[in-house]
């Protein structure tokens, strides 16, 4: 094969081998002649180019065989000067076939000379049109391959350059004698060779041709960079099947490889981006929210996440740091994967850490900008960690990669995301730095959101918690318990109380009520009518009557409903009378009996007037159970209200439990996160007063 370079020594010969196929291609004939011109052998390549077998010609004139009259006198001339001179003699000649036609042949003859002196004139010839279309097959590869822009090789059965191209010299920057007789590894030693190798040895045993496998390494060319090239190998073979090798076409592909990575990076940072938008912010709990956060961010981007806020934000207020300020950072989350070490050195979640203004989250939460180190040193270590002692952690663990991105919302630097690299080889780049930012500008946004819903539900608790009432456990007649719990799905203010009010004479008056609607409105008829009541009940009235005043204040709130229960207990009768208000039924518990619903006139809620209201009295003796309740505990969405006041009945079946206890049950197992609605609950246990003058019977 002609190229830029081609093996110029012959291997050692090591036996017998295979020939080649050229000369059956060729199908060289031979004959020979003696001094007068006549023929003494003549080959079976022979009979078949020229048609007559050996008998027919052996011992005649050749010229009188194969050359036409008119070129008889030029035979005989060119015969005398080979064997005259011996001097060779090549070209082609026309010779007349057995069948009448003629054909051009290919001459070369020389003169020979045996062992007693005898001189002889040896032909070799083949066929002018096979000759012409080899030639013409070999220049036209010969060019080809010279001028093909791709890189091309012939590897020998030893896998050793034996062929180079112009295009692979330029490819590869080593010159074409530099390759010949060399293996792969020993001319690109950057190269996978290994895998390289396997592949061409599985050509050579399969014949099965390698198409646009991708290899990567360097080359003398581009010493400094990473290259990626497309190879195929195929095997070759001569005419007869013998295995020649594997021929090898190279072509760089390092542009549209990088631009498939990136392609493939910018797929991975959508999914990752549209992954983040599903997961982060289903809630608006701030830890949760955190959480969520660092969960996209591990293992997908690194080993180890965390969020930090500064903690004047997480308190509702703007923190600007000025250059020589220390950053006071909130835990709010840690995630991390096969990365204990890294693990221990960060911040617990929940606590407050002091970072010097020479730290580089510090810097990041001052600035607003990303700060990154691709490959961290021991220098680098003090600057990341909270302290040395969590810097040696980090070294041990052996973290060598960093990023911390802002977290900014409307305009606000809320805090930052943390990342580290540790069991990820690689170290962070522009790609890993773009989908960080993209997270953390997705998820700033949910933070901020969470946080300022926490600010407002903390508000929001704090002001329904201070309308409510605190009361002694036990009154004159009574022991209480009681439980308010805020909606999970709303950070407004709830219109649900409950009280407790001490009378004269050992009684006790006991309220539950729901505003309906929430909101400050809400809480603000709340309160007015939980001081209403309070004021009517010092009057000792009785509960239907004392409703029948609380319907008229509640007209004259804006448009104001509420439900209610008025219970007075009277220790020394040993009763309960209760007056309700569209609200639903209490729940009487009593030693060896199952609970019940008490079966009450339910009347209208408060504000809707023109309806009177109904006193029922019940016995309750010492140990009798009542339990009140807003509809925020038993209400769902999701089932029947029958279905679910016993579920309550079933709560409460059993031995007697301590009232704390049972409102605690009560509450974890029957409030669902999801209800939207706040609840109040009221448990009352009757007491043997200590001075009983009789008993009323229920």
Known sequence: MSAAGSAGGAATPRGPERPGGLLDVLNVASVVLDTEGRIVLWSPQAEELFGYSAPEVLG???????????????????????MKTGRSWAGAFPVRHKDGGTRLVEFRNMRLLDDRGHVYALGLAADRSTVRRLEHDVALSTRVIRQSPIGLAVLDN???????????????????????????????????????????????????????????????????????WSLSLYRLEDAVGAVLGVAVSVVDVTEQHRAGVEAEAARRRL?????????????????????????????????????DLLDAVVKGRRSI????????????????????????????????????????????????????????????????ARSPEAAELLRRAGVHSYLAV??????????????????????????????????????????????????????????????LPSHPPVTGGLEVASRYQPAEA??????????????????????????????????ASMGRLRTATNTLAALDLDPAFLLGHLDRTTAGLDQAIATCLYAVHDPHLG???????????????????????????????????????????????????????????????????????????????GPDRPLEEVCDLLLRTLHEPENSDDVALLIARATTPSNRPGAVSP
């Not at 009280?499 to 505003?515: S, Y």
Request: some cysteine; charged content about 25%.
């Open 321 to 384: 740091l000025g250059p020589a300020e220390p950053a006071m950072l909130r835990a709010l989350a840690v995630q991390a994967e096969n990365a204990p070490g890294a693990l221990r050195a960060a911040d617990p979640p929940g606590e407050v850490a002091r970072y010097g203004p020479d730290r580089l989250v510090t810097e990041c939460v001052r600035t607003g900008r990303p700060v990154m180190v691709a490959r961290v040193t021991a220098q680098d270590l003090p600057r990341i």
């Open 406 to 467: 802002p977290l900014i919302a409307r305009g606000e630097v809320l805090g930052a995301l943390d990342l580290k690299r540790v069991g990820n080889p690689l170290p962070f780049g522009e790609d890993d730095l773009l989908l960080a930012r993209e997270l953390a500008v997705r998820a700033a946004v949910q933070i901020d959101n969470a946080r300022w819903y926490q600010n407002a539900r903390d508000a929001a608790l704090t002001l329904q918690r201070s309308l």
């Open 60 to 82: 005649r004139y050749a010229a009188r065989v194969m050359v036409h009259e008119r070129h008889f006198d030029l035979v005989v001339k060119l015969f005398a000067d080979v």
């Open 271 to 307: 999914a990752a981006v549209a992954d983040a938008s599903a997961r982060i912010g289903t809630t608006l709990e701030l830890d949760r929210t955190a959480h969520e956060l660092t969960d996209v961010a591990v293992p997908g981007l690194a080993d180890i996440a965390a969020v």
């Open 158 to 228: 030893e896998l050793r350059y034996v062929s180079v191209n112009p295009s692979l010299e330029r490819l590869d920057g080593v010159p074409a004698e530099d390759h010949l007789g060399r293996t792969v590894r020993e001319v690109l030693p950057q190269v996978d060779a290994d895998a390289l190798e396997a592949a061409a040895r599985r050509v050579l045993e399969t014949g099965r041709p390698l198409v646009d496998r991708l290899a990567t390494g360097r080359t003398p060319a581009d010493p400094d960079e990473d290259r990626t």
């Open 490 to 523: 709303t950070s407004e203010v709830g219109g649900d109380w409950f009280d407790v009010i001490e009378l004269e004479g050992c009684k006790t008056a006991l309220v539950v009520g729901d505003v309906m609607g929430s909101g400050i409105a809400a809480a």
């Open 575 to 653: 009763q309960c009378r209760i007056a309700n208000a569209g609200h639903l039924p209490p729940v009487r518990l009593r030693t060896g009996r199952p609970p019940e619903l008490l079966d009450l006139p339910t009347g209208v809620p408060l504000g809707v007037g023109g309806v009177a209201f109904a006193t029922t009295t019940i016995g309750l003796e010492p140990g009798d159970r009542l339990v009140f309740y807003t509809d925020g505990l038993v209400e769902t969405r999701r089932h029947p209200l029958d279905e679910r006041l016993d579920a309550l009945l079933a709560l409460l079946e």
